[in-house]
């Protein structure tokens, strides 16, 4: 086992055992600043990623764990997602109530097991980070154990989620069973004689199944609002990019690694899913009230906007998800520290009222959030639909002149775009004119909120203003898979 | 003499395993735990079958032995009235039945044209245990390892999520 | 000698030879099992009789001694008495379960002895993954005392049985980690590999029994404990407890139903036993090689009998564990002294290699550092002091 290669990851696993051993030794005052610490210490890794960049990619670990480009670009997602989280877990500190060491712990190895993900080259691997990822989140949703709400979305989680992973192993079983081997490589150069078989077709549609769960894509989309409503926020915010993202890197490693032989095929259905899931989260979110609920529905939206990036079954698709994951970082990354500040016990939409007044920062960031979640320019989200129609309209184009199927799905993506623009657009009402707000008192933002909410700003911005870099970036990384 | 014992042991697990989710007689959960614990037993007689005792002994050990067990104790601790007094839904048992069919009618379907099992007999050798841990060990040493992380998650999660004074 | 050796094995071959070839597997195997059967049948019978008169002399009175000479066919006596009483079974209980549970409890047993090397080529069946086979068998039992205890509806028998469980589940941990470098030592899950594994003599004359290695005394130590409280004996009785729960999960039992229960923990402890004997104590070897004439399965048998002699020895000397007392020695001191026996192992297996003078003297100065400290520092950390009086949650 070459172990230069897990350097990331052995990174973050020993972040963590380490807090949890120092955790041991901290009087209860000083815990925030082991959250410090560790934002501190994802930091120096995430820098770390930059020195690894370049290189021919390589596979190790027994051909099970591949070094490239996608996943380079997702491990440095997933660090800058860690890095946010913990930082709003230290202002979200008072309020789990036990174990923010732990807390923190856990947080980290569900990094961790993302970052796995990301590299994952073999079906066993695979499903090992995905149960990391999924075990942790069981701990993390129900952390608030006295708070009801957050163990019944807890049980819920632990519930469907088991009920994909059930399918994923039944998927990869008969996969294994077909191809004798769960290495992608292996399974793609097996990829003709394969694809002959029916059985391989039907445990690759399971495994997809049980990808859907993470991404939160139809059909087993349900938990999203629940859970997202439930779970601690930093915790719904892992979940919310995180978790989706890692669902991401494993679908376009599966469908363009180890079948691309069976991805041209299944352009229609995941299309299918794609405009299911966009109708079914635009239109849910529209009643909704609480607004982490509501992100759960938008975020359930978002997933069927990146599968049409998927469901593009080009370069130019893949490359497009990347690039919008990334702007959907900073973005819900922002709209979930301004929660984490705001909503302190109350997390209805109406809470917000008067926000403008209380702290226009807060409030001129989380109508930013909500703009370019909304897709208009010239923000980060703006940019990734816009790249994402384009995608699949090139598709369309590619097709034979006859099949309007992709035109359709852009059709319906529209009209789900311009859904979404009317409960993006309460939520800055509520904020900017609302009649008579009940609570005028300002917010004190401490430094700790002011400095990553900032770099998300701007971030958010330059994604959408100059995404020549990280278009590039993404376009480079996508040259780990084949269409 | 194999065939016969194969399908004893498979019909055995079906009709144990479907006695655990839906028993027309009773809907007390600790014959469901029983007929689970012969499901188990049953599918450890086919690992035998295929020449995989480790695997038979593994099964029994973990699932029966430790993971019955737990279940089993949590039964002990609740007071379960209720549940028994729970009627089975119309509704419930329909939409099971349907997805069932859905997925075994798939799974037939898929089959029938499948040529499953080519080529696996090379892998009948690695049911013995050196075979097994060389695999575990070399091959699959990343997850395996992997695995003792999730285990470390589990344990924090459990002690955290149960404890009865917190500080 | 080689005849005396072998006499069993050539006996059955002769037998099995006198059945019609197609019928000579079956019959093969019911003489195995008949054999098995008989031999630990009696053993249960003698067992019971020497664990009363040995208690009774070591608690200063006779012991039974009014049946037969000396009090020999008392356990006839007692077989007879159970056969005839009443079976009576509560009206609330649930039938089935209820009546399954002894025989849950007893069936089991039996097969672990199927593994078990009696003497040289003396085992019912040479497994691959022996051992693993005879814990699988083991954790069968909790399952048997859930059924005796919840069928009963009785609160004794749940508790008993919440206890029993919660008792075995624990110690099937160190018991089973206690095992796992005799494992590494002979690279083998097979029993008799295992004890082969264990033959020769290191300097010509100490014999290489795991139990004379640091980390396998060690190892014994852990296993001898977790043995005795797998099999519910004193002073690991508390599911049991008379004094507070009538008598656990038996409670709603009689007659010859109560009887298989007591069969069946009877020879849960004696496969235990014979697995100890087969791990650490070298199986059938002799203790020296002037010894060897005599038969294999003479040394198997009495390593064995002296290992129960210690059980009972045991049971009258040690006072009753605390169930609280009980957890936490198993979890707070077994488990961590054998995860750091592991260790030692694999520090003593790693310098096997050593050429040097003074190597061997070397190893064990290496591993007794390794547990010695430990062995201290954990029993220190478990004693904790001087011990608090229990809090209990439910009842004040």
Not at chain 1, 317 to 341: D, E, N, Q, R
Not at chain 2, 68 to 97: P, T, Y
Not at chain 3, 355 to 371: D, G, K, M, V
Request: proline share 5%; net charge positive.
């Amino acid at each position: 086992m070459n172990l230069s290669l897990l350097t990331l990851e052995l990174g973050v696993i020993g972040l963590a055992l380490a807090l949890l051993l120092i955790d041991l030794w901290t009087p209860p005052a000083l815990t925030g600043r082991l959250g410090l610490a560790a934002a501190i210490g994802l930091l120096l890794i995430l820098a770390l990623s930059w020195n690894m960049s370049g290189g021919p990619p390589v596979v190790g670990c027994g051909g099970m764990f591949a070094r490239d480009g996608l996943a380079l670009f997702f491990k440095r997602l997933f660090l800058a997602v860690g890095v946010l989280v913990v930082l709003m877990g230290v202002e979200y500190r008072e309020r789990l109530a036990l174990g923010f060491g732990e807390f923190n712990v856990i947080l980290l190895i569900a990094l961790a097991g993302m970052m796995f993900a990301a590299s994952a080259n073999d079906f066993v691997l695979l499903f090992v980070a995905m149960e990391l990822m999924s075990v942790s989140f069981y701990v993390l949703v129900s952390f608030q154990r006295s708070r009801l709400p957050s163990l019944e979305a807890g049980v819920k989680y632990l519930i469907l989620s088991a009920l994909a992973a059930a399918f994923l192993v039944f998927g990869i079983a008969l996969i294994f069973g077909v191809g004798n081997t769960t290495n992608f490589a292996a399974l793609n150069a097996e990829g003709v004689r394969l694809a002959q078989d029916k059985l391989y077709w039907l445990g690759l549609l399971m495994v997809l199944l049980g990808l859907a769960f993470k991404i939160a894509a139809f059909p087993l989309q349900m938990w999203a609002p629940d859970v997202y409503q439930g779970a601690p926020t930093p915790v719904t915010a892992l979940l919310a990019i995180g978790s989706k993202a890692a669902g991401f890197v494993l679908l376009l490693r599966v469908l363009f690694v180890a079948a691309p032989v069976l991805a041209a095929h299944w352009s229609k259905l995941l299309m299918l899913a794609s405009a299911v899931t966009i109708l079914y989260g635009n239109l849910c979110a529209i009643p909704q009230r609480n607004l982490k609920r509501l992100l759960g529905y938008s975020s359930i939206a978002n997933a069927g906007y990146l599968l049409l990036g998927v469901a593009a079954v080009n370069a130019s698709g893949a490359a497009a998800v990347l690039y919008y994951l990334a702007g959907y970082l900073f973005t819900l990354a922002a709209a979930f520290l301004v929660i984490c500040v705001v909503m302190r016990d109350n997390e209805d939409i109406g809470a917000l009222a008067g926000l403008s007044r209380r702290s226009p920062l807060l409030a001129g960031a989380l109508a930013l959030a909500m703009v370019s979640l909304a897709g208009v320019p010239p923000l980060a989200g703006f940019l990734g639909k816009f790249l994402l129609f384009r995608a699949l309209i090139e598709r369309g184009a590619a097709e034979s002149p006859e099949s309007f199927r992709s035109y359709w799905l852009a059709g319906v993506a529209v009209i789900g775009v311009v859904i979404s623009l009317y409960y993006y657009f309460a939520v800055i009402r509520v904020m900017y004119w609302a009649k008579d707000p009940p609570d005028l008192s300002p917010i004190i933002v401490p430094a700790r909120v002011q400095i990553p909410l900032a770099v998300c700003l701007v971030a958010m911005i330059y994604l959408g203003v100059m995404p020549g870099a990280v278009l590039a970036g993404a376009t480079e990384a996508v040259k780990a898979l084949k269409f | 003499m194999e065939p016969v014992f194969f399908y004893i042991f498979a019909g055995l697990t079906l009709l144990c395993g479907g006695l655990v989710i839906a028993n027309p007689f009773t809907r007390n959960p600790v014959t469901s735990a029983m007929f689970l614990f012969l499901t188990i037993l049953s599918m450890s007689g086919l690992f035998v079958l295929l020449h995989a005792f480790f695997l038979a002994a593994v099964q029994v050990l973990v699932y029966a032995g430790a993971v019955m067990v737990l279940f089993v104790f949590v039964i002990m601790l609740l007071d379960l009235k209720e549940e028994e007094r729970r009627r089975m839904k119309l509704a419930a048992v329909v939409l099971g039945a349907v997805a069932t069919g859905v997925i075994a009618l798939a799974m037939i379907g898929a089959m029938r044209h499948s040529r499953v099992g080519l080529g696996l007999e090379s892998n009948v050798a690695e049911g013995s245990t050196i075979a097994l841990g060389k695999n575990l060990f070399a091959n699959f040493a990343l997850p395996f390892e992997l695995v003792s992380l999730l285990l470390l998650v589990a344990m924090i999660g459990a002690v955290l999520l149960s404890k009865k004074d917190l500080r | 000698m080689k005849t005396l050796d072998q006499i069993f094995v050539l006996t059955q071959h002769w037998l099995t030879g006198l059945a019609p070839a197609a019928l000579q597997p079956l019959v093969s195997m019911l003489l195995i099992i008949a054999a098995l059967m008989a031999v630990f049948g009696t053993c249960f019978a003698l067992t019971t009789i020497l664990e009363r008169k040995t208690l009774g002399r070591m608690q200063n009175r006779y012991g039974p001694n009014r049946v037969g000479p000396f009090g020999l066919l008392q356990p006839a006596a007692d077989g007879i008495k159970m056969l005839t009483k009443e079976d009576i079974v509560p009206e609330a209980a649930d039938k089935a379960l209820h009546f399954l549970a002894p025989l849950a409890l007893t069936a089991p047993v039996w097969l672990a002895f199927a593994v078990l090397p009696f003497g040289r080529n003396m085992s019912a069946i040479e497994l691959d993954a022996g051992i693993l086979f005879f814990f699988a068998i083991g954790s069968a039992s909790e399952l048997a005392v859930f059924m005796a205890g919840w069928s009963s509806q009785n609160k004794y028998s749940l508790l008993g049985a919440m206890r029993a469980i919660a008792q075995m589940i624990s110690y099937e941990v160190p018991l089973v980690l206690a095992s796992v470098p005799v494992l590494m030592a002979a690279g083998s899950l097979s029993l008799p590999e295992i004890v082969r594994a264990q033959s020769g003599y290191a300097l010509g004359w100490i014999p290489r029994w795991n139990v004379l290695t640091p980390w396998g005394a060690a190892g014994f130590g852990v296993f001898l404990v977790a043995a005795a409280a797998e099999s519910n004996r004193c002073p690991f009785d508390l599911p049991e407890g008379e004094s507070e729960l009538i008598a656990g999960f038996l409670t709603e039992y009689s007659g010859f139903k109560y009887a298989l229960f007591f069969l069946g923990e009877y020879l849960g402890l004696f496969a235990v036993t014979g697995l100890g004997v087969t791990l650490f104590l070298g199986g059938w070897h002799a203790p020296a090689s002037w010894l060897e004439w005599l038969p294999s399965w003479g040394w198997f048998g009495a390593k064995f009998s002296a290992l129960i002699f210690l059980f009972i020895w045991m049971r009258a000397t040690l006072p009753r564990l605390r169930l609280d007392q009980l957890l936490n020695f198993a979890w707070k001191f077994l488990v961590p002294l054998a995860l750091i026996d592991l260790v030692a192992a694999a520090a003593w297996l790693k310098s096997g290699g050593w050429q040097f003078a003074w190597a061997l003297e070397t190893r064990w100065l290496l591993c007794a550092t390794l547990l010695a400290p430990a062995y201290v520092c954990l029993g220190r950390h478990w004693r904790g002091g001087t011990p608090k009086p229990r809090r209990y949650h439910y009842a004040q």
